[in-house]
């Protein structure tokens, strides 16, 4: 056990695992999701109150669901800078903000694009939008805060704690449609609970996400990859790596 | 299939535009994501090779001199 955690901090090691992983995360994802999309796009039956712009639903909570995951998942890297200094985590932090804002963002957009036909309106500051608004600001600071030290230990311990702090907005996110009144529906996906939709809506929905979180591994692989050659640029095994007849 | 024509796909019974801003914007931005992380790997690679192609030139033209062009030998001496 000690030996594997040990190995995975090595970023040689990480750096040939990602590169067998990728093809199979990368088309894996983009079967499972462009499955969900077109199901859901073209085949799943109308929403009887919201007629078609429900169809926005298979492209935002997956969106949704994921800018929420990957900022666990920094969270749990922080934790793991913090704790046992391993660099991976921090490189894993620093590739991964950047995908998360973009998620945010996206959440974001849809979410306000699919309001205006079912709300009325575009924007509203209630507890779900606002909080969510909040989660695409802390992934700004924690870019912003990486690339604005220099220094590779100060900056990975700086950005590892403030993604330690921003942690408290998930749970905020997640149960503020049920805490507050807000126009916003509540979860679609329940652990405990079947879904509220006939299959036909809720399995592309589900493909959709599965989908966008293999193709997110594809991209952190890749960008991870990226970071771990700037960093390493200097070792003997990127040198091997870049050298003419080399397979990065 | 939900709908009965392509025109009818494409209108989304009146909700076209929404739904189709939507996915163009989303699947726009996601690649350029993806485009721009492959940029960002293929200039660090160019990089890294064009330092490390700079640097065996430069051992080449030591060992064919038979002499490097200037000598950094450490000369003990005594200033005393």
């Known amino acids: 056990m000690w030996q594997f955690f040990h190995k995975l901090g090595s970023p040689k090691w990480f750096y040939d695992i990602a590169s067998r992983l990728m093809p199979w995360l990368l088309w894996s994802g983009v079967a499972l999701f462009m499955a969900g999309v077109i199901w859901g796009l073209a085949f799943a039956p109308p929403d009887y109150l919201q007629g078609n712009s429900y169809r926005i639903i298979f492209i935002h909570v997956p969106s949704a669901f994921l800018a929420q995951s990957v900022y666990i998942m920094m969270a749990v890297a922080a934790t793991v800078t913090l704790v046992w200094r391993m660099k991976l985590a921090d490189v894993f932090v620093k590739s991964a903000a950047p995908v998360g804002a973009v998620l945010t963002f996206l959440a974001l957009f849809t979410g306000a694009v699919w309001g205006k036909p079912t709300w009325g309106t575009w924007w509203i500051w209630d507890a779900r939008l606002t909080s969510m608004l909040i989660l695409l600001f802390l992934y700004f600071g924690a870019i912003a805060l990486g690339s604005a030290i220099s220094d590779e230990k100060s900056s990975a311990r700086a950005v590892a704690v403030l993604v330690l702090v921003g942690v408290v907005n998930i749970p905020i996110i997640k149960y503020s449609v049920e805490w507050w009144n807000t126009l916003h529906q509540p979860a679609t996906f329940k652990l405990t609970e079947k879904p509220s939709m006939p299959a036909d809506m809720w399995v592309p929905l589900l493909l959709a996400v599965l989908g966008l979180y293999l193709l997110f591994g594809w991209l952190a692989c890749l960008r991870m990859q990226t970071e771990i050659l700037v960093r390493e640029g200097r070792t003997r095994w990127v040198r091997e790596l870049v050298k003419p007849g080399g397979n990065p | ?80």
């Open chain 2, 1 to 80: 299939m939900a709908f009965d024509s392509f025109d009818a796909f494409l209108a989304m019974g009146g909700h076209g535009p929404y739904v189709w801003a939507c996915y163009i914007v989303f699947f726009a931005l996601s690649l350029v994501l993806i485009q721009w992380s492959r940029m960002q790997r293929r200039f660090v690679l160019q990089r890294l090779a064009v330092r490390q192609a700079g640097a065996n030139t430069a051992g080449r033209n030591i060992e064919s001199n038979g002499k490097a062009s200037a000598d950094f030998a450490r000369v003990d001496s005594l200033n005393d």
